[in-house]
């Protein structure tokens, strides 16, 4: 027969064993490895991303402008970057909002709300392909990330292969400007992924060099620029595919001393897709590559 005294001093080290791996699994799980599973996400390039891994039934809520994969559209719209609906955003109860590196303010204004964010860059291909790896690690997702990663690099390879020993150009993208008009011009910065997706179509970024992925210009700097491709990309800022009309083409013959304007080497992408950095990363990178070597 055990003594009491001994039964009670193993019921004492049994008890003190398990509170021990309690804490230790408690502690294991604050770590961060288990995944989110409710996700809102106000960045499109990353919610196409969270989709593609196969994370889509994590994610409850999206922006406005979330409109790829088509599946995403369907989930409750909480405004956009610069325009959330918090009202919104507190009634989807999301365990993480992810934003753009830009938008701290809006990280600080969900904190003091008790809403966790995670601010996740995506300007240049490196930061894409982080962007897809920290996505992944969230959502616990991390092979389908890593082999995603892996797909996009190989098939923009596959392009620069394709532009590899083709003639050079000299290309400006233009991402924004005033309606009618050669005002307020936003192009590619030298940091940006267009500058990337350039380098592999084997050409070279007109835009004033510098730590940007979009830079404002006057029409005496493009003039200066001087770039032998220009690249259009302003008819797809409201997320619909719209074909310039023949007038809207004609503003750029208000600088007609352009090199690319006097070749006739003006060209316009029209697919919204093509202009962010998700999953067509290959098909813009290709476009690029069609366009230039025209």
């Known amino acids: 027969m055990m003594p009491n005294s001994f039964r009670a001093c193993a019921y004492r080290l049994c008890t003190g064993a398990l509170f021990f ?65 918090i009202e919104r955003i507190l009634s989807l109860r999301p365990d993480v909002v992810i934003l753009l590196d830009s938008q701290k303010e809006l990280a600080d204004k969900l904190a003091k709300l008790n809403i966790a964010s995670q601010l996740i860059p995506a300007d240049s291909l490196r930061q894409v392909y982080e962007a897809i790896q920290t996505l992944g690690a969230a959502c616990g997702r991390t092979t389908a990330a890593e082999q995603m990663v892996s797909n996009l690099k190989s098939q923009i390879a596959e392009v620069a292969q394709r532009a590899s020993g083709k003639p050079g150009a000299r290309v400006l993208v233009i991402q924004s400007r005033d309606a009618g008009s050669l005002q307020n011009l936003y192009v590619a910065g030298t940091d940006s992924f267009f500058n990337d997706l350039l380098i592999a179509a084997g050409a070279t970024n007109a835009a004033p060099p510098g730590p940007h992925p979009s830079v404002v210009i006057s029409k005496e ?26 007038s809207q083409r004609r503003v750029w013959q208000q600088m007609p001393a ?37």
Do not use: W
């Open 21 to 85: 791996l309690l804490l230790a699994t408690a502690s294991f799980a604050a770590a961060g490895d288990l995944p989110t599973t409710r996700i809102l996400s106000l960045v499109p390039s990353h919610t196409e991303f969270l989709f593609a891994m196969g994370a889509g039934d994590m994610v409850i809520g999206v922006s406005d402008y979330c409109k790829q994969p088509p599946e995403a559209a369907t989930r409750p719209h909480a405004g956009s970057l610069l325009n959330p609906n």
């Open 221 to 246: 700097q493009l003039a200066a620029a001087d770039p032998d491709v220009i690249i259009d990309t302003t008819f797809t800022a409201g997320g619909e595919e719209t074909s310039p009309t023949e």
């Open 258 to 294: 352009l090199k690319a304007v006097k070749s006739g080497r003006v060209y316009f992408i029209t697919n919204p897709r093509l202009t962010v950095p998700g999953m067509a990363l290959p098909e813009t990178a290709t476009k690029l590559e069609e366009l230039i070597h025209r």
